[in-house]
């Protein structure tokens, strides 16, 4: 189902597929039930003590007919006492039961459905973090961070409106308009008619009314994901935004998000005002169309004072349940909607993984033959009729100018994009029939943009699948990355947990932390993207020694600007514009002339 179908799915639709995530609570759920049925049940006898206490004072022959007044005289027969005294003492009693009957009922409801809410929208967003993990690159192309991050946090709260204030006041108030109906319909179904005469006028309020909040939560949810979009990115770049004079523009960025957001929230809220006070206006006319009913000498006759009273109590309690009823519209569309983008990524095709060859060790043979690709959504070739074989535990080196194709062929060898022509093998296999992630156990890849995350230098190195690795390991890691020496003069060593992306290290440390990572994997195929970029050149030497014992044992695919880091390769392989013009050793090129030879020269010269 794509996203478009799911807009279309109706609000009925979208909250069955919501409450389906409740099923496995359904015990509880039970549990919650019970508790309102008690909550609406006490209303409607708080109503009916009414009646007993009105015909009680009068010395109505009516007095036993109502249901509490039939539980007193049965639990306790009055004996010798008279009407008015014996009321006298039940009717208190009474009166204190049911409200901790009302009482208890409502936090047994309460309780139980929010420990059914709480949990629904945890697996809601850890399904929803799940999908995120297993989508296609191409999602994270057309998606900022800040939207992302939008739907996991912004969008999952919203329907935890729609699964707990929601569902809470529709199953309590429901059941309590149920309750007081049936008990109006009891003692007189005729002026009971009154109001079903207006429930009509009520359900088209409410209908109209939803159009409206659907349409401003869409927009809300939109402009939250730019607010949230343009405050990541300036605190992400806080540096940039500083020394460029950024601040200013980056300010109105925010107002302007800011803004729309405000006044979708204003339209939404005005709304929400006008629906209340115009449902309130409605019930009010039908209560009072139904007292001058209930006037009339014909139906008035047999009905004694008491239950008239207990009915217009009755009716006037249905009010309050109706009025919160008609209220949570705002919540409800508000958690639908976010309820339709959630479910839209729930349906979303997951990376594609069709493969099912498996290899404990590759062997590390790569052929690349007339390999053409462009990014999804750009007709111009980053890589094209690309044709490279490169034999296990060589050292191949693909070299060129920004935006040559070098990085992209990166991507294509971890699968993240799927070529537009040609193929890629691994062992005489293409990658698509590998198992992906048996394929990316086959690589490490150290790239120029280091990523580290916000735990101990420990859980960096030995990251993901490597996490069982004992700290031995991970030390001759970091000794090999020549990171050692460095981290042991951090505060608590291998324990002390990093800030944001690496924060507090420099970037040749970030750098030396994730080329440990990458020799601790220990994969057959080793993939170095300007994996020195970050490094001073005392430092840049002391690595490529140690680069070059981890790759003598295993295919390495070099990218590099920097030349003089690939002059010891098997082989070089000179790109530009997304084509290969060139491939041999680093003598032959620098005889042949042409580009290569002028990019080492001008390095040179630098």
Known sequence: MDKGA??????WQLYVRLLRYILPYWYIFAFSIFGYLIYSLSSVLLAD??????DALNDSDSVERGFVARAAFYVHPPGDMGTREYARIAVPVAAIILSFGRAMGFFVGTYFLNHIARNLVHAIRCELFNKMLRAPSSYYDTHSSG???SKITFNVEQVTGAATKALKIIVREGLTVVALLSYMLYLNWRLTLVFFAVAPLIGLVVTIVGKHFRRYSRRIQDS???VTQVSSESIGAYKEVRIYGGKAHQAALFSKASDYNRSQSLKLAFADAVSTPVIQTILST????????AMDPDIMAGFSAGLLVAFLTAAAQLGKPIRQLSSIQSVLQRGLAAAEDIFAQF???DETDEGTQRTERARGKICITDLSFAYPGNNELALDNISVDILPGQTVAFVGRSGSGKSTLVNLLARFYT???GTISLDDISLVDYELGNLRNQFAIVSQDITLFHDTVMNNIAYGDMADASEEAVRKAAESAHALEFIENLPLGFATVLGDDGGGLSGGQRQRIAIARAILKNAPVLILDEATSALDNESEYRIQRALENIMRDRTTIVIAHR???VEHADRIVVMDEGRIIATGSHEALLEQGGLYAQLYNQEFVD
């Open 147 to 149: 939207v992302l991050i």
């Open 224 to 226: 939250m994901g730019e």
């Open 6 to 11: 799911i807009k279309s799915a109706s609000d």
């Open 49 to 54: 003590m009414m009646q007993f206490l009105l």
């Open 286 to 293: 039908a209560l009072a169309a139904l007292i001058w009913f």
């Open 347 to 349: 349906d979303m095709a």
């Open 563 to 565: 030349l003089s880091t």
């Open 419 to 421: 070529p537009s022509k």
